[in-house]
């Protein structure tokens, strides 16, 4: 009787259950700048949607790159390999959004930000996206060039 007076109470209480997050951090030094941009992921699981909230510092201006003049947007971009030559690619934005406003399936988040500044990026993907092998999910920063991290997705623990 107790058992299953354990299992009912675990049903009933399915959807109230906190939601199981994780944290990561990756290492990134882009370009010739040799500044690690310090990028952190926290990854916040609730049923069948995984919030991401990706945080990093801004790094240096390239010195080499002169279409690198300010850090003015950041925006994340991602896609699945869906076979040998194929990628399909993510977009979270509606339908009426403009490519100006979602240039690469996600928002653009607007700047400016000086170097050692720390920028976040939010965003909610199917969390059955986010477990898929081959999925990719990475964050540009930068204006008319841009900074791209690692692929910022780790299968859930």
């Not at 109230?16 to 990561?24: G, K, R, V």
């Not at 699981?45 to 300010?70: E, I, Q, R, Y």
């Not at 690469?104 to 059955?128: A, H, Q």
């Amino acid at each position: 009787m107790k058992k299953h007076l354990l299992w009912f109470l675990l049903l009933a209480m399915g959807s109230s259950w906190p939601a199981a997050a994780q944290t990561y951090r990756l290492s990134h030094k882009p370009g010739s700048t040799n500044t690690d941009m310090d990028i952190e992921v926290v990854r916040t699981d609730t049923g069948p949607v995984s919030h991401l909230k990706v945080s990093l510092t801004v790094p240096a201006l390239p010195p080499s790159n002169k279409d690198f003049t300010a850090f003015t947007r950041a925006f994340l971009y991602g896609w699945i390999i869906a076979g040998k030559d194929t990628r399909l690619s993510v977009s979270v934005c509606p339908s009426t959004a403009s490519k100006a406003e979602c240039p690469y399936g996600f928002p653009v988040v607007k700047g400016p930000w000086k170097v050692g500044d720390r920028i976040v990026v939010e965003t909610d993907l199917p969390k059955s996206f986010v477990d898929a092998e081959g999925a990719h999910l990475h964050l540009g920063i930068g204006d008319a060039a841009y900074y791209p991290t690692p692929n910022l997705l780790r299968p859930s623990k």
